[in-house]
């Protein structure tokens, strides 16, 4: 079953029933002010943190489901009956029948929504009003807007009242939930000068509010700011006391729960049309609420804004922009999954429906991993998220597991401090550097590539001679940085030679502490490989040969060690039991690990292609690939966690997303297209558009995970856009599949793609240089590069790598395959 629709051309995805089983979001902001939307207007914002700078309130894994939001009421005051334009929470029954007419009478109306990059539109129809809210940040203002719509479509004169409603949260989020005999009475709002302003009386630099510009400059007609008397007992959302009788009781005070609900009456003649904005924001009434108001008073402002923000997006849509002859594919690297990956690296992964801010800063891995798909479209955010990186790095050379970028950073603004009336546990910096007990194996080593990736996007050699300080204090070049992290890694190896398993390594479930970890032995050569790739040609030549040591050293663990006869071990116990391996009755097979030795370019082509024609044996299914094979069933604590999951669950046989990436890239780096491109499309979000009552969950966006062959609602998909699969995903496409990615001196053009494709277009932004590529595929093969020229002169044979253009040049690369 379908409900809704790409539509490329608008960079939208257009919600077309509104009843779909669970929320698809949509992430709003791209500096500090986020908002997470649904398409029936559910959601909430913060302010630099979900955690600690919360502005709106969510009833998590509330019933009914992802209340409250960005509501907007209609009241026709002459009915006297309401709706909302986002369709929740009124929830008026709506026309299933594409075209149909909406009756008059108010039996039923017609919602749809968009969500777009950095926008979300809903849009209703109802006894004969057509009414729109989008709701976007603005790019520098420190706001929400929403800019209403109305049109009277009747003969009649109409009178509405139109009511702007949010319900404020207590900023810190974990003392709303847990500690109301604080939140409750440590709040006040107040309304003046048609601004409800929300202050926490006790930290007197805390402030947000909410206003509206109506027609002509009116104030409100009337308002509430205390949630109760807005509500009403014994009522909720759906039919709001104020919004049933068509008045606010001009509600204020200090204590108990806020809101913001702004009511102003208007009269529509026929045809006629008319225009409101309603803000939310950060910061108070008099240094933000009223010049806010002012500012955004002028509808000429909100389409400015809007279109400044729509730009923003395309700029950084043009830079990589891919024309293919697979649909999804391009709907999805065009518009959703780089808006995915930027979503990840600008708010990290603890705001969403199922991560509702009750934890804060980065994962260490997580950012590493994520980063290093955006350097092309966001290079700055990318840079500053790598230098976060840098600085939570121990002297030992492995990285803090979650950090709080604030706590490194000698610049980051101090908030006064006041005196607490309870003890609140405080940190020197020492006692934020784990031991080795919480150190993961891998963490530190995402963080190679990922810089080594950043100077090969940006040309910036120079970053890798900067120095940046160490979790401790003292500081090193970046250089020095790169190489602490392969070395701490070199020196925790186990008796077998490979890397030893520590608390977790890439996944969270396999605990070996004292056992050795395949995956990570695989990951540092790949970094290892990453790091050379620079070292060698920018002259860093008395490291070069120790590496090369170590790598070959690598290579003969994974020979000698690591192969199991088809497929790679996944590790081994600390009483020494392989793990991923044949004789083993369950997880017998891993998946995230297999790829690596194809990628970190230590194994041979042969093993290559049986490690990965095992994953198509043995993991892939229609939802894509299993993590592992057979479930666990059997506890066993020397593996780890993922064996007290449930079979086909998370990391225990689930879909899980993110390693799905690895296998295309390896794929194609074995000259195999249709084999790669077989893996990219079986988890392809947007190829289950029309099998939502299996998936569940939006299809323009990756999710965490999918339920597992194992479990009875397989195909379900859970916990959609923080995942470092929309990264993976997308340099998995575009760098291999497509094949084309920087390298230090040139651009490299190296497709694998399906036999059957003609060819492809990619218009690709480098070092300040447009590339126009045409891909050719006369002889319809799925790899192998016969000819480039650029502007109509050829490369010399056997070269993938485009020259550097001059900055603001366009070169015309023809690529022809076979
Ligand atoms: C989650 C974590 C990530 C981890 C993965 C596998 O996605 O955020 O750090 O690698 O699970 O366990």
Known sequence: ?????????????????????????????????????????????????????????????????????KYVYLRDDDANDFWSVSWQPVGK??????????????????????????????????????????????????????????????????????????????????????????????QGASYEDGVIEVDAYYEPWTFHYFTSAAPGGADPDSFDAMRDSFVGSYRDERNPLAVSVGQGSASQGTTQNHCGALMHRITLAPGESAR??????????????????????????????????????????????????????????????????????????????????????????????????????????????????????????????????????????????IPSPTIVPRGDRSSLIHGLEDTCSDDHLWLVPTICEYVKETGDVGFLSQEFTYAEGSSGTVWEHLERALDFTSQQVGANGVALGLRADWNDGINLGGGETALVTFLHAWAIRAYLELAAPL????????????????????????WDGRWWRR???????????????????????????????ITTRERGIAS???????????????????????????????????????????????????????????????????????????????????????????????????????????????????????TAATKYILGVRPGLDGLVIDPAIPKDWDGFEVRREWRGAVYDITVRNPEHVEHGVGRITVDGVELASGTTAVPVAEPGTTVTVEVTLG
């Open 276 to 417: 409101l904005t309603y803000l939310l924001g950060y910061g108070s009434r008099q240094d933000s609420g009223l010049p806010m108001r002012a500012k955004y008073s002028d509808p000429a402002v909100v389409d400015r804004e809007y279109a400044a923000l729509v730009d923003y997006w395309r700029k950084k849509q043009a830079r990589l922009r891919v024309s293919t002859p697979h649909a999804g594919m391009n709907s999805m690297l065009n518009t959703w999954t780089l808006l995915q990956a930027e979503t990840c690296v600008v708010w990290s992964r603890f705001a969403s429906f199922v991560e509702v801010g009750g934890r804060t800063g980065l994962g260490y891995r997580d950012t590493a991993q994520d980063c290093m798909s955006v350097i092309h479209s966001n290079p700055s955010k990318s840079r500053q998220r790598i230098v976060e990186l840098l600085r939570a790095q121990t002297e030992a050379g492995y990285g803090l597991h979650l950090f709080d970028p604030a706590d490194f950073d000698p610049d980051a603004p101090k908030l006064p401090d």
């Open 93 to 186: 029954p709506f026309l299933t029948e594409p075209g149909a007419a909406v009756p008059e009478d108010g039996s039923a109306g017609r919602w749809t929504s968009a969500h777009g990059t950095g926008y979300t539109r809903f849009e209703s129809s109802y006894r004969g009003i057509d009414a729109s809210q989008t709701v976007f940040v603005p790019l520098e203002d420190d706001l929400e807007v929403w800019d209403v719509r109305l049109t009277n479509t009747t003969s009649s004169p109409r009178s509405l009242t139109v009511t702007g409603y949010v319900e404020f949260s207590f900023h810190t989020i974990t003392v709303d939930n847990q500690n109301l005999q604080m939140s409750l009475y440590s």
């Open 612 to 730: 990965m024609d095992a994953v198509h044996e043995l993991l892939a299914s229609e939802y894509g690939n299993h993590l592992n094979w057979p479930a666990f069933t059997q506890v066993d604590d020397t593996v780890g966690f993922l064996t007290r999951v449930y079979p086909g669950i998370k990391e225990n046989a689930a879909i899980f997303s993110h390693p799905n990436a690895w296998p295309i890239i390896a794929e194609a780096l074995l000259g195999r297209g249709e084999q790669a491109m077989a893996f990219y499309d079986s988890i392809l979000p947007s190829r289950q558009n029309d099998n939502i009552e299996v998936r569940e969950a939006e299809p323009y966006a990756y999710v965490q995970f999918i339920y597992g062959r194992d479990h009875e609602r397989f195909g379900l998909a859970q916990n959609p856009w923080l995942t470092g699969s929309s990264g993976w995903m997308y």
């Open 539 to 562: 002259g860093r030549t008395d490291a070069v040969e120790r590496y090369e040591a170590e790598l070959a050293r690598l290579a003969d663990v994974a020979d000698k060690e690591l």
């Open 571 to 601: 590790g081994i116990t600390r009483d020494g039991v392989l793990i991923g391996s044949d004789q083993n009755t369950e997880g017998r097979i891993f998946l995230e690990h297999q790829a690596w030795p194809v990628i970190g370019g």
């Open 1 to 69: 079953m379908r409900y809704g629709r790409f539509d490329d051309g608008a960079h939208e995805y257009v919600v077309e029933r509104p009843d779909v089983p669970v929320s698809w979001t949509n992430y709003l902001g791209t500096k500090d002010f986020c908002t997470v939307v649904a398409h029936h207007g559910g959601g909430y914002s913060y302010y630099k943190s979900a955690q600690t700078g919360r502005i709106t309130r969510f009833r998590q894994n509330g019933v009914p489901l992802d209340r409250p939001g």
